[in-house]
């Protein structure tokens, strides 16, 4: 079993107003090539928990893994690259630049990354755009195409540098059920095509009934 990303008793609190403890011992791991969902409550620690996994929160106790390397205690310049070269996200809104083009908002991680030439990642991003099925959009200005492109055009941003793990914080919460439906097909034949890992956070239930694992998460546990 090769886990792309582990956990090993992780809790936080939060200090202010008064000291809550909002994550509570989590362990648990994502194998390659799994597609699985986190579902609880509002308010039960779920995108708190997220943000530990993205390493973009650093303030907590216990260890993280990322591709069976502890990720937790390094540097931010260091966090920053692991994230951008391991972890792609797609968010409940797309943050696309709406003055760039479709494939110019989809080069940015890998010019961040700057492993590349500018000629390399323009080729992979059109081939990301290629395989979402919306190539024909590249040279649009984000701002003029429609809300379930846009989400299509984020999942090929978060594709861009070919990340282990593809992390989802409600990426169909903004959308009606055919785009909903889009975005659940393309994570799908990620996974099987591409052997992509999938985690992603949703209140969506017909959603999340058809990934490979739920994990359920209640007052900053996880259940079972």
């Known amino acids: ?26 362990s648990f791991g994502i194998e390659e090539g799994e597609f699985a969902s986190i579902m609880g409550k509002s308010g039960s620690g779920k995108s708190t928990l ?6 973009m929160d650093t303030d907590y106790t216990g260890e993280l893994y990322l591709n069976n390397e502890l990720v ?4 931010h310049q260091e966090l920053s690259r692991i994230r951008n070269k391991n972890i792609g ?11 760039f083009s479709v494939l110019e ?18 080729h992979d991003g059109m081939e990301k755009l290629r395989m979402l099925h919306i190539d024909n959009l590249a040279k649009q200005r984000a701002s003029r195409i429609s809300g379930g492109e846009k989400q ?7 594709l861009i540098n070919n990340p282990t793990i593809l992390m989802g914080d409600e990426p169909t919460g903004n959308l009606d059920s055919h785009n909903s439906e889009n975005v659940f097909s393309i994570f ?4 099987e095509e ?4 999938l985690l992603v956070v949703t209140h969506d239930e017909d959603f999340a009934n058809r990934t490979d694992r739920i994990i359920e998460m209640e007052d900053g546990r996880i259940l079972g």
């Open 152 to 158: 299509r055009v984020a999942i090929a941003r978060a």
């Open 72 to 75: 937790t205690g390094k540097p």
């Open 50 to 55: 997220l943000y530990i996994l993205s390493t």
């Open 89 to 99: 996200f797609v968010f409940q809104f797309h943050y696309l630049l709406s003055e």
């Open 105 to 122: 908002n989809v080069m940015l991680p890998a010019k961040k990354l700057a492993e590349k030439s500018h000629e390399e990642i323009e």
């Open 194 to 197: 591409e052997g992509l890992s």
């Open 188 to 191: 799908k034949r990620l996974k």
């Open 1 to 26: 079993m090769n886990l792309v990303l582990e956990t090993k008793n992780i809790n936080k609190h939060f200090h202010k107003p008064k000291d809550f403890h909002v994550l509570k011992d989590i």
